[in-house]
């Protein structure tokens, strides 16, 4: 890292945590007309837009501040280390602070925002420390930055954002190519729906007793979940969703136990191209396991289902999990619980459609074909992202 001036960003800027207004007071609420963001909705380096909105009077009479566009927010209770900056007048709730600069001249914006990516994996590292997983305010004044002068933030910055714009880029071409996919399917198969060709539909608990799921188990390991202290920094993985990233596991996400205490579980043990389904917390993303591994351990987010080739092959039964048809069913579960989960007892009530094993195979081999692009992609995509890392160690340390 360059040797320079450091300051905390408690000198650098202003910094307010933000507030909820009680949600038994529906004048706080209706007709609201502030946006009062969350942390679902730092999705980019820009935020403007909010899914909720509260008024005057619920700004006025609760712990929620006014924030000028050009703030930057910064994650600090549940999930760690997101960063945007606003592009629109706003408040925010209780999990983000908000950082705005005392002096432009002294501070960029661009250089602040980039400098608190870095710090991600710092603070959620402090973050598991503390049993709700959070960081303080005090702590957050007291970060370090190191300061160069204006002029080279800029150029810093520019440098940065050029390699981020390429990241931007490959991410699209994989998300392309995964529409592709999935275009693929309704103009093979049709809308599940509707089922115009008149398919096999069964529920999964029909398909297991028919023999087409033979393995279809989640990450629950009861009074067995290993505990903290026994993750091993190699062994048999143990992955979650979040280790699910560009539709496929991302093993550099992963826990590991060793042989021994992964041995004691008899549940949730997924192998070589099962269908992995993320069904609590973030509940949507599906993958095939790809995996030269014995065996991988579940966590409690996510399900395998493992199919007998004859009948289902797994690349259909993943584009099929990912198709509207088969969304609309979970969703209208989530809807009715209020619960962000899809248990593996309501699983078993969803409705599949099954095309012939020939129509199947013709999907799985254009699928393959599609997944020949999506790994050169992926390879420069991995290839720009230890570039971009490389650059954020270099300047921010």
């Known amino acids: ?183 693929r399917f309704v103009e093979m198969f049709g809308d599940p729906v509707e089922n115009p060709k008149g398919y096999l539909v069964k529920t999964l608990q029909e398909l297991i007793d028919m023999g087409y799921i033979t393995y279809h188990l989640d990450g629950n390991h009861g009074g067995d979940y290993p505990r903290s202290e026994e993750f091993v920094d190699t062994g048999v993985p143990y992955i979650s969703a979040n280790c699910i990233v560009n539709g496929e596991i991302d093993f550099s996400k992963a826990k590991f136990l060793t042989p021994e205490r992964a041995g004691k579980l008899r549940k949730g043990i997924a192998k070589d191209e099962d269908v992995l389904f993320a069904h609590n917390a973030t509940v949507g993303p599906t993958v095939v396991l790809h995996t030269d591994e014995e065996k991988v351990i579940l966590g409690t987010s996510l399900t395998a289902y493992r199919c007998n080739k004859d009948m289902i092959l797994p690349n259909y039964l993943k584009t099929y999990m990912l198709s509207g048809g088969f969304v609309r069913q979970y969703s209208g579960e989530m809807k009715q619980t209020t619960r962000n989960q899809v248990p593996i007892t309501v699983q078993k009530k969803y409705l599949f459609l099954i095309p012939s094993i020939e129509e199947q195979e013709q999907f799985a081999n254009f699928v393959k074909q599609v997944d020949k692009s999506k790994v050169v992609v992926k390879k420069s995509l991995d290839e720009t992202q230890q570039l971009f890392d490389s650059l954020m160690q270099k300047y921010f340390g």
């Open 1 to 183: 890292m360059m040797q320079m001036e450091i300051k905390t960003l408690g000198e650098l800027c202003d910094i307010v945590s933000g507030g909820t207004p009680s949600r038994s007071k529906a004048e706080f609420w209706n007709e609201g007309t502030i946006p009062w963001i969350k942390i679902g909705n730092i999705k980019g380096k820009y935020v403007n837009e909010a899914d909720e909105f509260i008024t005057q009077e619920g700004l006025a009479r609760s712990s929620a501040k006014m924030l000028a566009k050009g703030t930057v927010l910064y994650t600090i209770f549940a999930t760690l280390g997101e960063v945007g900056i606003l592009e629109i007048d706003a408040c925010t709730n209780q999990a983000i602070a908000g950082l705005t600069i005392k002096d432009t001249n002294q501070l960029s914006i661009d250089y602040l925002y980039y400098y608190l990516r870095s710090k991600k994996a710092y603070v959620n590292n402090v973050g598991r420390g503390v049993a709700q997983n959070n960081i303080n305010m005090s702590i957050l004044r007291n970060f370090e930055l190191p300061l160069p002068e204006l002029s080279k933030q800029i150029e810093i910055v520019e440098i940065i954002d050029k390699v981020s714009k390429i990241i931007e880029a490959r991410q699209q071409e994989l998300e392309c190519l995964d529409d592709l996919i999935k275009a």
